[in-house]
């Protein structure tokens, strides 16, 4: 069982940055693909940006290439998403999750979440 808990949300004027942070426990973090999901009220979970387990590589959401950067620290087990330049359309709860084996694009085929974290972004 894989434990996730995420950190780094707050209130923030457009244009500025945050860092995300996830601290995974209960797992051998390297063997999971991790995604950094968001969600607004109404809408579905929607993947922000996810990294492999193998490799690497990562994968982001067209509306944040460019601004936000997804990493792993697998000695310290760490997820970390750093979002710049931030636009009021990036507010939401920001959700870590894990799944193992390779990159997954929707929240159905991940096994573990965190808690979740709000983003507000002010214009």
């Known amino acids: 069982q894989v434990q996730l808990v995420e950190s780094g949300g707050g209130l923030v004027q457009a244009g500025n940055s945050l860092r995300l942070s996830c601290v995974a426990s209960?797992?051998?973090?390297?063997?999971?693909?991790m995604g950094w999901f968001r969600q607004v009220p109404g809408k579905e979970r929607e993947l922000v940006s996810g990294?492999?387990?193998?490799?690497?590589?990562?994968r982001y959401a067209d509306s944040v290439k460019g601004r936000f950067t997804i990493s792993r620290d697998n000695a310290k087990t760490t997820l970390t998403l750093q979002m710049n330049s931030l636009r009021p359309e990036d507010t939401a709860v920001y959700y870590c999750?894990?799944?193992?084996?390779?990159?997954?694009?929707?929240?159905?085929?991940?096994?573990?979440w965190g808690q979740g974290t709000q983003v507000t972004v002010s214009s």
């Open positions: 999750a894990a799944r193992s084996g390779g990159l997954a694009f929707q929240s159905a085929g991940y096994d573990y």
């Open positions: 209960g797992g051998t973090f390297s063997r999971y693909s």
């Open positions: 990294i492999s387990s193998i490799g690497g590589g990562t």
